[in-house]
Structures are given as structure tokens and as C-alpha cells.
């Protein structure tokens, strides 16, 4: 019986929340979540889970496959299911504190689920008809539900791609590219053309002595590469005839914990030279974001693209003033004209004005006539998304003395209104303030918000801080190292501790921590490229010197070796 065909309906829409679908819209799609980088991931995929009702998962999704899952959906990780490798630093990461959600049980019935109407999303590793979902597509052609396939990126192609090892042919290459598992290695005839061997992890050396029995020479390339396409990613290159005794030489178990893909043939040999993933900057670096979860977000995404594994640990938590008299005053006054300027020091002083603006029914168009300073390229970004262009924003160093340096002074002819508003949080710097008086502007400086300590990390977290299970650290003020020192305690000696400018390195110092790393300008991406900077330093170092390559934390006494 031939599967139903899905086809682009208004069913396709996103739903409104908190509304059934229809029955006869209830169907079944197989998705396939690719080898472990999340971001592999197929747009059709993204767009099934933000529209089922129900996703079915082996194991439990990281965070982006999460953020994709529409709100209402029911989230079902079948028992026994691993965790998901998106962030790998550990099962904390993929378990934030507000994550949906999800049962631990057997798998429900999707048939019946779809037959009663709903979307039904069976989640699969790698591809769905090539890793093991053949029975499930027989199962509902059977009992005619219609179903679709959303193929995944295979393991098989992906894993070598991550690795750097090329599959087709450039002029150098001939023959077919073979795939095989593991335990059909005594089978398989030597031949010209790259052999994929997917389960390698089970035995790599026996792996090996299958194929040179079975008529491979045992001078034949082979690459091995456990965890591929996660920050776990580790791959070593040997022969068929030296697997055993390089993989020791290498530090790794000759059974690894990970899953593992191997290529046998000459485009093996090519590795070294084609890696593009492993010799990311940071790569594997376990770094941590000490910020508002808000403002972590761009960071961390930065660090991903450096190969590294953020942890985003909050130190403060930002809330409304105590009293709400002042910003409703500073409100009602730039509607009426009462300022000239609007200085902004912060992303979060700019959520604290759209956030009293939308409370009042008013947007961006209350600004018009008003100069708006932004203190640095962020707070920019944040003005813009509000649709506000900003008037001035410092070209030198970005902070409120580099604003201060760059203010206009006031001129009685040229400027009709000497008023500033100024909304910052409760602990700011009076130098700004001081600077525009001096300048001739009357400021008035308004609490937008309070900044607070943030609860302390769970203890997982503040064993890695102080016993050096983070490589790298980021400070990007005075404030977030005084509270994460007092929230969790003071880093470890190996951990590379980067800054984003003089004060913080001067706070930093005064609480007896080495500063490796400051930005070249106070800002989150210049501070992210700078500790990029500093790791490919130290990747370059260890090569001229003919030392193997280990990360900060590897480096601290009673460190386990590494093993992928």
C-alpha cells in the first residue's frame, strides 16, 4: 500500500496556539536529526516541529531542536535514550532550568495519535531510512496513515565531511564509495575507492586485521573518528597494519565511549592536511559566559563558531527599579518634549525603556525629535531592533567614560532643550553624569533597572570553576567577577582567564587572578576573537615544539587523559 502523499495545504501553516487540528489533517513524518551538530538539521525538519503536536525522541533534543519545538507540543524521549551531543559539556547542558518538559517513557502509539488528528514527529538519528526506521514506514503504510520522510544527514557522509576527508573523486580517487558496519569488514574485497565503515568503535584494531585478512594491504590508509560533528570530535590517522599501536601512541582507548566512523582507502591519507573542524581555534574548549542569560545568547553563538562549548552561568539578575514613579515620569517626558538627548549605556537600559514604552501602548515613533547616544556597537543593535537609529555612538572605547569623551557641549543656539535623560541600572558610574554637566547639559539620571546577584550554579558547576573543568573564562566587567567569585568561587590557576578592558583586568587582579586575554576594544565579539587569538597561539606553540595538543584544563594535575 503506497503512503499518502503530504502536500502543501494551509495545514502547513503554523497553528494557533491552544487550537486542535483537524482529523483528517493527522499524519506521521520521520525526521532525521543528522550524526549530532544540531545545526544540521533540515529546514523542513524546523518547520515540522515548530507545527506538531506531538515529537518523539531516542534521546533527549539539546536546546536548538528544543527552541524549534512549538510551545504546546507534547515532547515523549523514549526510555533508556541518551542524551543529545548539541552542547556537549556535560548532561547540565542539555538541561536548562526552563527547557520543555519532556516524558521518559516507552514509545506511544503514533498511528493512533495521527489518526486522531495530530502531527505526529518521530524523531531518528542520522537518516531515517538509512538508520533503522524501514520497520516503522512498512508499520504505518500498513494501517494507511499518511507519512512523510524528512531525510536526515547521514553519518556515513557527514562524519568524514567533519573530519575532512573528502568521499568523491578529484582526479586522484577512482572506484565506488563503499558503506559497511563493522562486522561485515571480512566480507568486503579490496578495491580503488574510499570504504566507509560506520559501528568502527566497537574494535578498531580487529577492525583492521578483518580487512588485510580479507586481502586489504595493510599499508592501506585509514582515519578513525569518534563523536563526529560534536566539539567532542576527535580523529586519528594510522594504517591498516599500525591501528593498535597508534591509537595507543595517540592517548586513546582501544574502545572508545563515543560512537565512531572510519574511512579505509587513500582519501584517509588526506586528513591531516584537509582538517577543517578539529583545528578550529577553540576547539573542545569548555568556556564560560558569566552573563544574564540574555545577553549570553550572541556570545556563546560566537564561541560555537570557534569550536568551543559555552557555558552560560549568570551572575546578576536584572529587575525592575523598586518604585516605577521615575521611569514613568521619563516616559511621559520624552513623549512631551522634555529632552534633547537619550543616552543609553546598556542593552538592558534599552529593554527597560521598549518594555515601559509597549507598557504604555507607544513604539519608536515617540523618539522623533529626540538625539538618541548609544554606548557601544550592542546597545546599538538593540536601539536598531527597536527601530531607532542611533545619533552618536563612540568610535574610540566603548563604555560610558569612551561616551563621555565624545559628547557634544551644549550650545544655546543650536539646541533648543538642555535636558539628557539618562536610563542605566542602579549601580552605574557617575562619570558620565559628571562629564555633562561639565559640558552644560542638565542631566537626569533615571533607574531603568536593578541589577542583583543571580542564585549560585548547581554544584557541578562550581566544582568545574575552582577545580578547572573550564578552559577559559569570560569577564566582561568588574561586577561579574566579584559575583561570580561570589557566587561560586574563584577560577582555577589553568583557566584562561580573558577580559574585556583595564578596569575588569584591575578587579579581576585585585582578586588574584592571572589575566591571559583583554579585548583590543570593550566589546563581547572583540573579547570572543581575542581569546580565539590566544588559543590558536598556544594550538601553533604546541605544534613548533612537537607537543601534543591539550587544552587548559587538560593541563591541571589529575586531569584525565583525553579520550576522543
Same mark, same amino acid.
Given at each position: 500500500?503506497?503512503?499518502?502523499?503530504?502536500?502543501?495545504?494551509?495545514?502547513?501553516?503554523?497553528?494557533?496556539?491552544?487550537?486542535?487540528?483537524?482529523?483528517?489533517?493527522?499524519?506521521?513524518?520521520?525526521?532525521?536529526?543528522?550524526?549530532?551538530?544540531?545545526?544540521?538539521?533540515?529546514?523542513?525538519?524546523?518547520?515540522?516541529?515548530?507545527?506538531?503536536?506531538?515529537?518523539?525522541?531516542?534521546?533527549?533534543?539539546?536546546?536548538?531542536?528544543?527552541?524549534?519545538?512549538?510551545?504546546?507540543?507534547?515532547?515523549?524521549?523514549?526510555?533508556?535514550?541518551?542524551?543529545?551531543?548539541?552542547?556537549?559539556?556535560? /548532561?547540565?547542558? $542539555?538541561?536548562? #532550568?526552563?527547557?520543555?518538559?519532556?516524558? *521518559?517513557? %516507552? &514509545?506511544?502509539?503514533? !498511528?493512533? @495519535? +495521527?489518526?486522531?488528528?495530530?502531527?505526529?514527529?518521530?524523531?531518528?538519528?542520522?537518516?531515517?531510512?538509512?538508520?533503522?526506521?524501514?520497520?516503522?514506514?512498512?508499520?504505518?503504510?500498513?494501517?494507511?496513515?499518511?507519512?512523510?520522510?524528512?531525510?536526515?544527514?547521514?553519518?556515513?557522509?557527514?562524519? /568524514?565531511?567533519? $573530519?575532512?576527508? #573528502?568521499?568523491?573523486?578529484?582526479?586522484? *580517487?577512482? %572506484? &565506488?564509495?563503499?558503506? !559497511?558496519? @563493522? +562486522?561485515?569488514?571480512?566480507?568486503?574485497?579490496?578495491?580503488?575507492?574510499?570504504?566507509?565503515?560506520?559501528?568502527?568503535?566497537?574494535?578498531?584494531?580487529?577492525?583492521?586485521?578483518?580487512?588485510?585478512?580479507?586481502?586489504?594491504?595493510?599499508?592501506?590508509?585509514?582515519?578513525?573518528?569518534?563523536?563526529?560533528?560534536?566539539? $567532542?570530535?576527535?580523529?586519528?590517522?594510522?594504517?591498516?597494519?599500525?591501528?593498535?599501536?597508534?591509537?595507543?601512541?595517540?592517548?586513546?582507548?582501544?574502545?572508545?565511549?563515543?560512537?565512531?566512523?572510519?574511512?579505509?582507502?587513500?582519501?584517509?591519507?588526506?586528513?591531516?592536511?584537509?582538517?577543517?573542524?578539529?583545528?578550529?581555534?577553540?576547539?573542545?574548549?569548555?568556556?564560560?559566559?558569566?552573563?544574564?542569560?540574555?545577553?549570553?545568547?550572541?556570545?556563546?553563538?560566537?564561541?560555537?563558531?570557534?569550536?568551543?562549548?559555552?557555558?552560560?552561568?549568570?551572575?546578576?539578575?536584572?529587575?525592575?527599579?523598586?518604585?516605577?514613579?521615575?521611569?514613568?515620569?521619563?516616559?511621559?517626558?520624552?513623549?512631551?518634549?522634555?529632552?534633547?538627548?537619550?543616552?543609553?549605556?546598556?542593552?538592558?537600559?534599552?529593554?527597560?525603556?521598549?518594555?515601559?514604552?509597549?507598557?504604555?501602548?507607544?513604539?519608536?515613533?515617540?523618539?522623533?525629535?529626540?538625539?538618541?547616544?548609544?554606548?557601544?556597537?550592542?546597545?546599538?543593535?538593540?536601539?536598531?531592533?527597536?527601530?531607532?537609529?542611533?545619533?552618536?555612538?563612540?568610535?574610540?572605547?566603548?563604555?560610558?567614560?569612551?561616551?563621555?569623551?565624545?559628547?557634544?557641549?551644549?550650545?544655546?543656539?543650536?539646541?533648543?532643550?538642555?535636558?539628557?535623560?539618562?536610563?542605566?541600572?542602579?549601580?552605574?558610574?557617575?562619570?558620565?553624569?559628571?562629564?555633562?554637566?561639565?559640558?552644560?547639559?542638565?542631566?537626569?539620571?533615571?533607574?531603568?533597572?536593578?541589577?542583583?546577584?543571580?542564585?549560585?550554579?548547581?554544584?557541578?558547576?562550581?566544582?568545574?570553576?575552582?577545580?578547572?573543568?573550564?578552559?577559559?573564562?569570560?569577564?566582561?566587567?568588574?561586577?561579574?567577577?566579584?559575583?561570580?567569585?561570589?557566587?561560586?568561587?574563584?577560577?582555577?590557576?589553568?583557566?584562561?582567564?580573558?577580559?574585556?578592558?583595564?578596569?575588569?583586568?584591575?578587579?579581576?587582579?585585585?582578586?588574584?587572578?592571572?589575566?591571559?586575554?583583554?579585548?583590543?576594544?570593550?566589546?563581547?565579539?572583540?573579547?570572543?576573537?581575542?581569546?580565539?587569538?590566544?588559543?590558536?597561539?598556544?594550538?601553533?606553540?604546541?605544534?613548533?615544539?612537537?607537543?601534543?595538543?591539550?587544552?587548559?584544563?587538560?593541563?591541571?594535575?589529575?586531569?584525565?587523559?583525553?579520550?576522543?
Amino acid at each position: 500500500m503506497n503512503a499518502t502523499p503530504a502536500t502543501s495545504t494551509a495545514n502547513d501553516e503554523p497553528r494557533p496556539r491552544g487550537t486542535a487540528r483537524p482529523a483528517s489533517a493527522g499524519r506521521i513524518a520521520l525526521v532525521g536529526t543528522g550524526p549530532g551538530d544540531e545545526r544540521l538539521l533540515t529546514l523542513r525538519a524546523a518547520q515540522l516541529l515548530g507545527q506538531a503536536d506531538l515529537v518523539i525522541s531516542q534521546r533527549q533534543p539539546g536546546p536548538r531542536v528544543r527552541e524549534l519545538i512549538a510551545a504546546d507540543a507534547d515532547l515523549v524521549v523514549l526510555a533508556g535514550g541518551p542524551v543529545a551531543e548539541a552542547d556537549p559539556a556535560g /548532561p547540565e547542558a $542539555a538541561a536548562e #532550568p526552563d527547557a520543555k518538559p519532556a516524558a *521518559d517513557a %516507552g &514509545e506511544p502509539d503514533l !498511528i493512533a @495519535a +495521527a489518526q486522531a488528528g495530530q502531527l505526529v514527529v518521530r524523531l531518528y538519528d542520522g537518516d531515517p531510512l538509512l538508520d533503522g526506521a524501514l520497520p516503522d514506514v512498512r508499520a504505518f503504510a500498513a494501517a494507511g496513515v499518511p507519512f512523510e520522510v524528512v531525510p536526515g544527514v547521514p553519518a556515513a557522509t557527514a562524519v /568524514p565531511a567533519y $573530519a575532512g576527508i #573528502p568521499l568523491g573523486r578529484d582526479g586522484r *580517487d577512482g %572506484g &565506488e564509495v563503499r558503506i !559497511i558496519q @563493522a +562486522a561485515d569488514a571480512s566480507r568486503v574485497t579490496f578495491g580503488p575507492g574510499p570504504l566507509v565503515v560506520q559501528g568502527a568503535e566497537a574494535g578498531p584494531a580487529d577492525l583492521g586485521k578483518m580487512l588485510i585478512a580479507a586481502g586489504w594491504p595493510d599499508t592501506t590508509p585509514f582515519a578513525i573518528t569518534w563523536d563526529g560533528t560534536t566539539t $567532542a570530535q576527535r580523529t586519528v590517522t594510522s594504517t591498516l597494519g599500525r591501528i593498535a599501536a597508534d591509537l595507543k601512541a595517540a592517548g586513546v582507548s582501544p574502545v572508545s565511549a563515543g560512537e565512531a566512523v572510519a574511512v579505509v582507502g587513500d582519501a584517509a591519507a588526506r586528513q591531516p592536511e584537509l582538517s577543517w573542524y578539529e583545528t578550529k581555534p577553540l576547539f573542545g574548549w569548555r568556556v564560560l559566559v558569566p552573563r544574564t542569560k540574555a545577553d549570553a545568547a550572541a556570545a556563546s553563538e560566537q564561541l560555537r563558531e570557534q569550536g568551543a562549548i559555552p557555558e552560560e552561568v549568570p551572575t546578576i539578575a536584572v529587575e525592575p527599579p523598586r518604585t516605577p514613579q521615575q521611569m514613568d515620569r521619563a516616559v511621559r517626558g520624552l513623549v512631551t518634549g522634555r529632552y534633547q538627548w537619550v543616552a543609553f549605556t546598556s542593552v538592558n537600559a534599552v529593554r527597560a525603556i521598549r518594555e515601559k514604552f509597549e507598557e504604555y501602548g507607544l513604539d519608536a515613533r515617540a523618539f522623533a525629535g529626540v538625539k538618541v547616544a548609544a554606548v557601544g556597537d550592542q546597545t546599538a543593535a538593540a536601539l536598531k531592533d527597536f527601530g531607532i537609529a542611533p545619533d552618536l555612538v563612540p568610535e574610540g572605547e566603548q563604555s560610558g567614560q569612551g561616551l563621555a569623551e565624545e559628547w557634544p557641549p551644549f550650545d544655546d543656539v543650536l539646541d533648543p532643550i538642555n535636558r539628557v535623560l539618562l536610563p542605566r541600572a542602579d549601580i552605574a558610574t557617575e562619570h558620565l553624569v559628571a562629564r555633562l554637566t561639565e559640558l552644560g547639559w542638565e542631566a537626569e539620571d533615571v533607574t531603568a533597572y536593578r541589577t542583583v546577584r543571580a542564585a549560585p550554579p548547581p554544584a557541578p558547576i562550581r566544582e568545574a570553576i575552582k577545580g578547572g573543568g573550564f578552559d577559559a573564562v569570560l569577564f566582561t566587567s568588574s561586577s561579574t567577577v566579584r559575583n561570580l567569585v561570589g557566587i561560586a568561587g574563584k577560577p582555577h590557576a589553568v583557566t584562561v582567564i580573558a577580559v574585556i578592558g583595564p578596569q575588569t583586568a584591575k578587579t579581576a587582579a585585585e582578586f588574584g587572578l592571572r589575566v591571559d586575554v583583554m579585548a583590543p576594544t570593550p566589546s563581547m565579539p572583540a573579547l570572543v576573537e581575542a581569546l580565539a587569538e590566544f588559543g590558536a597561539g598556544q594550538r601553533q606553540a604546541a605544534l613548533e615544539a612537537g607537543e601534543p595538543l591539550r587544552r587548559p584544563s587538560e593541563r591541571r594535575r589529575g586531569a584525565r587523559k583525553r579520550l576522543r
